[in-house]
C-alpha cells in the first residue's frame, strides 16, 4: 500500500534547493532520510507536513494517511527547555489536531493520550514536570504525544540529537518497536549513517546525487560507506 | 488598624475609587493571563515596546487635536503588534532587537511631536503622566469603566475558549501547525488582543510600567508551580492580589497608583522565589 507518492518534487522557499525527486513511501516503511546540511532535508519535511507548497510536482497521500495526521517529532527549541508544563500536558497537546473549535478533550482523547503515554513507558511519570526529565526522558513525551496525532505515520526530525549514546540507543530501539509491532510508517531525518543502515529499510539520500532505494542498494551502490562506518568514524556531522 | 478601615470606608464612598478599583484589577488579570504566553515565547518586553508605540500615537493624536483619540491609538498599536509577532523567525531583524527599536523610535518621535507642536503649558507634565499614568486611573468616566469591562471579558473568555490551542502553540508552533493548528492564526489573535489589553493598561500604570503587570505574576508563578495550568491560575491570582493591594496602599498612603502595584509585585515575586526555593529543597 502506497502510503506517500512524491513526483517530480522541487523544493525551496524562492529557488529550487532540488530538482526532480521520486520517492514513494509504502505501509510499514523505515525510511531514513540522509544528506549534508542545507541539502534540503528540514524543507522536504516541512512540504511533506503541508506547511510548505512545493514548487513544482506533488505529495499525494494514500492508503488513508492525511497530512494533518502524521505524527510529527520536531527538532526541540529553546522555549521548550524552561517551559512550565506536566509530561501530562504535553502528551495530551497531541490530540488537539483532533479537537476543530472544541475548547475541551473528551474522555476518548484523554485515553488515548493515556495510552501513549504507556506505551513509551512514561505512564508512571505523567505528573512530572516536562523540564525536570532528561533528554531522553523528553523526547519520549513529544514521542507519544506525536503517536496522539499519529493514526500510520511518524515523521522525526533528527530525533537523536542532544542526547547521550545509550539515551539514543534506546530511543532507535523504540522507534524500531513501533516499526515492527505497531506497523508505523517511519520518516526520520538523520546525520547518523550508522543507525540509518541497522535500523532503516529504505534510504532516501539528498545532495548532488540523490540516492533512493533499499538498505540493501544503497550499501551495493556505496560500499564505501559500510566501511567508513564500521571504523567508528561518522560520515557527517551531527551539529546543524 | 481600625483608623486605616474608617480611612477605607471613607474613600469607598467616592465612585472614582471604585472605578479604579475595578479598572486596575480587571487590567491587572487579563495582562497577566497573556503574560504567561508571552513571557514563555520570549516576548517579555512587547508591553514596554507596544506602550511605547501608544505613546507615540497619543502624541500625533494630540498634535491632531483629536477630541476622541482611542481609534487612532488602538489601530497603530495593534499593527506593530502584529508587525512583531507574526513576522516569525525568517525576519531580517529579529525579535528583541525589533521591539528595542520600535520602542525607542516611538518614544522619541511622540516626544519630539509633542515638543514641537506642543498646545499644552506643562508639557513635562502630561508626558510625564502618559508615561507613569500618575493620575488618569482616579479621572477615569464611567463609560471608560464600563468599556473596561466588556474588553476584559471578552479577553478572559477568549483566553478561556482557546486555552489548550494557547498551550500548544506556546509550547511547540511547529508541530502545532503540522497538526492542522491555524498556528498563524492564533499568533495573530494573540497580536490583537495584547494590543488591546497594552492600550487599556496605559491608563493605569503608564507605559513605562506595563511590562511590569504582563511579566511579574507570570514569573512569580512560574518560581511556584510546574504545570501550565496552575502556572496560569495561580498568575491570575497574584496579578488581582497585587492590583487590589496596590491600589488600596496608593490611596491610603498618597503614593503614585503604578508604581505601588509594581512595588507589590516585585515584594510578591520575592516571596515566591523564596517558597520555591524552600519547598525544592
Known sequence: MIQINCQGLALGYHSALMRDLNFTVHAGDYLCILGENGAGKSTLMKTILGLLAPLEGSVTFGDGVRANEIGYLPQQTQTQRDFPATVWEVALSGCQGRCGLRPFYTRAEKELARQSLARMDMAHLSGRCYRELSGGQQQRVLLARALCAARKMLLLDEPVTGLDPTASRELYQVIARLNKEDGMTILMISHDTSAALRYASHILYLGEQVFFGTREEFIQANPGYRDRELKGGSLHGHDD | ?281
Request: glycine fraction near 6%; aromatic fraction near 10%.
Open chain 2, 1 to 281: 488598624m481600625d483608623m486605616m478601615i474608617e480611612k477605607l470606608a471613607q474613600y469607598w464612598a467616592y465612585p472614582f475609587v471604585q472605578y479604579a478599583l475595578v479598572v486596575g484589577v480587571l487590567v491587572a488579570l487579563c495582562a497577566s493571563l497573556l503574560g504567561v504566553t508571552l513571557v514563555l515565547k520570549r516576548f517579555s518586553f512587547i508591553g514596554d515596546g507596544l506602550s511605547h508605540v501608544a505613546f507615540g500615537a497619543m502624541a500625533i493624536a494630540s498634535v491632531l487635536s483629536l477630541n476622541n483619540d482611542m481609534p487612532l491609538v488602538l489601530s497603530i498599536t495593534v499593527l506593530c503588534a502584529i508587525l512583531l509577532l507574526c513576522a516569525g523567525q525568517n525576519t531580517k531583524i529579529k525579535g528583541d532587537a525589533a521591539i528595542a527599536m520600535l520602542s525607542v523610535g516611538a518614544l522619541a518621535i511622540g516626544y519630539l511631536l509633542m515638543n514641537v507642536f506642543s498646545t499644552s503649558s506643562n508639557l513635562s507634565g502630561d508626558v510625564c503622566s502618559t508615561l507613569f499614568g500618575s493620575t488618569s486611573i482616579l479621572t477615569l468616566t464611567k463609560t471608560e469603566v464600563w468599556l473596561c469591562v466588556v474588553l476584559s471579558a471578552v479577553v478572559v473568555f477568549l483566553y478561556f475558549f482557546f486555552y489548550h490551542k494557547i498551550f500548544s502553540v506556546t509550547f511547540d508552533e511547529s508541530f502545532a501547525a503540522a497538526t492542522g493548528i491555524r498556528a498563524k492564526g492564533y499568533n495573530l489573535l494573540l497580536a490583537v488582543v495584547t494590543a488591546v489589553v497594552i492600550v487599556m493598561a496605559m491608563n493605569l500604570v503608564g507605559s513605562l510600567l506595563i511590562s511590569a503587570l504582563v511579566t511579574f505574576p507570570a514569573m512569580s508563578a512560574m518560581r511556584l508551580f510546574r504545570s501550565f495550568r496552575s502556572v496560569t491560575l495561580c498568575a491570575a491570582l497574584l496579578a488581582v492580589f497585587c492590583a487590589a493591594a496596590g491600589i488600596l496602599i496608593a490611596i491610603l498612603a498618597g503614593t503614585p497608583v503604578g508604581s505601588t502595584i509594581v512595588a507589590v509585585e516585585i515584594l510578591l515575586f520575592g516571596l515566591c522565589s523564596l517558597l520555591g526555593w524552600a519547598v525544592r529543597r
